[in-house]
RNA sequence: GGAGAGAUGGCUGAGCGGUUGAAAGCACCGGUCUUGAAAACCGGCAAGGUGGCAACACCUUCCAGAGUUCGAAUCUCUGUCUCUCCGCCA
């Protein structure tokens, strides 16, 4: 959401960055409607200034038993006016905040410009290609040959889009949570959160969620939607609230299922397990002062890193270009993973800065010298445990059609080293 | 699911329909004292908004929404949530 008041002074700038956005000269229509809603608000204020004087002399003229009946007429003739001047505004103010709460945030200065995912730049990239002497395979070659991944069973059970894991491969997606985890709360410093995955409108409407994206969610039939990611939980973990600023920066973990309808996504990565309805996710939330949210992203950042560099797996990061970020963001990162199976790099994780943009949807502050600001709020996935499941087979594949256990995972496979 | 109780500022907790934006305590901030700290004492301390260059003035907010009233934290209705007891249950 928008601080109204920065657009009010600062219309053309305002209008500058929200166009690297795709929408065009939103403020003059903004301010109008703001205006309209600021004179009402002024006459009624008036108004009942005037009411509340009159009533007070109404109480002092009856505690002395006195006659107030002309006073109360003369006050009763405003009631009118009040409730006519209530219901303009009340108008004016949805009329605003429908507006409002469908911008996106603004883009950081300090991103690309451009309209898709080609004008993305790279900002680092880790390791290399691995080589291969034989033909590598896709990642559901690889389970189905083992027989350890099954999608005709799930689609029995949940139709398109869902898989059925089994046996290593179902320990695998247990051993790669376990070790984000562990390495997120041991050494990265966030503490691990166990939260709800059916949400209500209002919590996804601080993350931005809602209004506009109802679409890719799932429903759970009464007002509960399914969580799409941790994020959701997690970041209004903090709403509603005025945080004490030695609390900052808070950060937080945790290991979710995901559900996603993919409404828009017909007919693109329909085979394997790469874009399912359900998957599972570890998922990593700062909060902080505003000082701090830019630094945090790095430091974010890193702490996903870390888990693909712990499993050894050639990497690359991206940094989002201001047409292909996401609503709430003002600045993201995209880890891209490399599959040797798919020849190509593939999303593996998102880290981004979201300003103060949530927390002024959920109304959440911290206290600072006696002064309140909105929060700063960060998400990152740390990684998608899915993706990294298949980041794995495809970049441990052996000749044999078998996978390499990586290094880091043995200790959750009672030192077995090679999936069969 | 049945019966009852409740929802007030960062927290605890008072509050007759009329200077109650709200007592008191805790927490927090500033000061005095102290070598320093603690204690004690003094002072400050809700949020959002409108108007104003500003000092400041005014409006709104006591879970949410509707209502009664000249006037609602206080009365009525609806909803949400919490707690206690009973039943059921992983």
Same mark, same amino acid.
Not at 349 to 357: E, I, K, L, P, T
Not at 400 to 409: H, M, Q, R, S
């Given at each position: 959401m928008h601080d109204i008041n920065f657009i009010r002074t600062n219309p053309v700038e305002f209008d500058n960055r929200i166009k690297l956005r795709g929408l065009t000269n939103c403020a003059e229509k903004i301010n109008k409607i703001d205006e309209e809603r600021r004179n009402t608000q002024t006459v009624l204020q008036n108004i009942l200034a005037e009411r509340n004087i009159l009533s007070k002399k109404i109480g002092e003229i009856k505690s #002395?038993?006195?006659?107030?009946?002309?006073? $109360? #007429?003369?006050v009763e003739k405003l009631k009118d006016q009040i409730s006519s001047l209530k219901e303009l505004e009340k108008i004016k103010e949805d009329e605003l905040s429908a507006i409002l709460c469908r911008i996106p945030n603004l883009p950081s200065k300090d991103v690309p410009v451009g309209d898709n995912e080609k004008n993305n730049t790279q900002y680092k990239i880790w390791g290399d290609k691995p080589k291969f002497t034989f033909k590598t395979k896709r990642h559901f070659e690889i389970g189905e040959n083992l027989n350890l991944m099954d999608f005709d069973l799930a689609s029995k059970l949940s139709g398109s889009r869902f898989v059925v894991l089994q046996g290593m491969l179902a320990k695998l997606e247990r051993a790669i949570s376990q070790f984000m985890l562990d390495k997120h709360t041991i050494e990265n410093g966030y503490t691990e959160m166990n939260v709800p995955y059916l949400v #209500?409108?209002?919590a996804l409407f601080g993350t931005g969620n809602l209004p506009k994206f109802g679409e890719d969610l799932f429903t759970a039939g009464d007002s509960h939607w399914l969580i799409p990611t941790a994020e959701v939980p997690l970041t209004n973990l903090v709403r509603e609230q005025i945080i004490n600023e030695k609390e900052l920066p808070m950060r937080v973990t945790s290991y979710t299922p995901c559900f996603r309808s993919e409404a828009g996504a017909a007919g693109k990565d329909t085979r394997g397990m790469l874009r399912q309805h359900q998957f599972t996710k570890v998922e990593l939330v700062s909060i902080t002062t505003p000082e701090d949210s830019k630094q945090e992203l790095e430091?974010?950042?890193s702490s996903a890193e870390s888990i693909l560099q712990d499993l050894n797996i050639h990497y690359r990061v991206m940094t989002l270009c201001t047409g292909?970020?996401?609503f709430a963001a003002n600045k993201t990162y995209d880890i891209e993973v490399w599959l040797p199976g798919e020849n190509a790099y593939r999303e593996i994780?998102?880290?981004? =800065?979201?300003?103060?943009?949530q927390a002024r949807r959920m109304n959440a502050k911290y206290k600072n010298e006696n002064k309140n600001d909105f929060v700063h709020t960060l998400n990152g996935s740390g990684l998608a445990v899915g993706r990294t499941l298949i980041a794995i087979l495809e970049n441990y594949q052996t000749a044999?059609? =078998?996978?390499? $256990?990586? #290094?880091?995972?043995q200790k959750y496979f009672n030192g077995q080293t090679t999936i069969t």
């Open positions: #002395k038993k006195k006659d107030a009946t002309v006073i $109360i #007429k003369k #209500k409108d209002d430091r974010m950042l292909d970020m996401g994780s998102s880290c981004s =800065n979201c300003g103060d943009f044999d059609g =078998n996978v390499e $256990i990586p #290094k880091v995972l």
